[in-house]
C-alpha cells in the first residue's frame, strides 16, 4: 500500500521559516518524481515544486522561487521543502505527491492539478500570520 505522510506544517510570522518533510512507503522511492503541491482556502491546486527521481533536478513555480527549496532523500524515502522568507500568500495545505510520471515547466506550470495524478499523502497545513 502507498502511503506518504507530510508532517512539518504550523503557524509562523511572515518572513519565518518551515521544513516540511514526506516520508513515503509501499513503492519504489528512488524510482519516482516527488512534488508539492499546495491548496489555500477556497482556492484550487497549485504546484509548489518537484524534484527529479534520478538526476535530482529541480523545479519551482515563480511564486516561490528564491525562497523554497526541495530535496529528496532516497536512503530514507524521505523528500523535503525547506520554505524560507514565508508570506500569508503561503498559506494552505501542502501536499506531497508521487509518481512515476516526471513533468516539467512550462507544462508543469500550465496545469489543470487533480487528485487523479500519483499518490498523495494527507496534507500537512501552512499558516502564515502575524
Known amino acids: 500500500e502507498v502511503q506518504l505522510v507530510e508532517s512539518g506544517g504550523g ?5 519565518g521559516s518551515l521544513r516540511l518533510s514526506c516520508v513515503a512507503s509501499g513503492f519504489r522511492f528512488n524510482l519516482y518524481y516527488m512534488y508539492w503541491i499546495r491548496q489555500a482556502p477556497e482556492k484550487g491546486l497549485e504546484w509548489v515544486s518537484n524534484i527529479n527521481n534520478d538526476d535530482g533536478r529541480t523545479h519551482y513555480a515563480d511564486s516561490v522561487k528564491g525562497r523554497f527549496t526541495i530535496s529528496r532523500d532516497n536512503a530514507k524515502n524521505t523528500v523535503y521543502l525547506q520554505m524560507n ?3 500569508p500568500e503561503d498559506t494552505g495545505k501542502y501536499y506531497c505527491v508521487g509518481s512515476p510520471v516526471g513533468l516539467e515547466p512550462p507544462l ?4 489543470t492539478w ?7 499523502g494527507q496534507g500537512t497545513q501552512v499558516t502564515v500570520s502575524s
Not at 11 to 15: A, D, T
Not at 108 to 111: A, K, S, Y
Open 11 to 15: 503557524l509562523v510570522q511572515p518572513g
Open 85 to 87: 522568507s514565508l508570506k
Open 108 to 111: 508543469i506550470d500550465r496545469m
Open 114 to 120: 487533480s487528485r487523479d495524478f500519483g499518490d498523495w
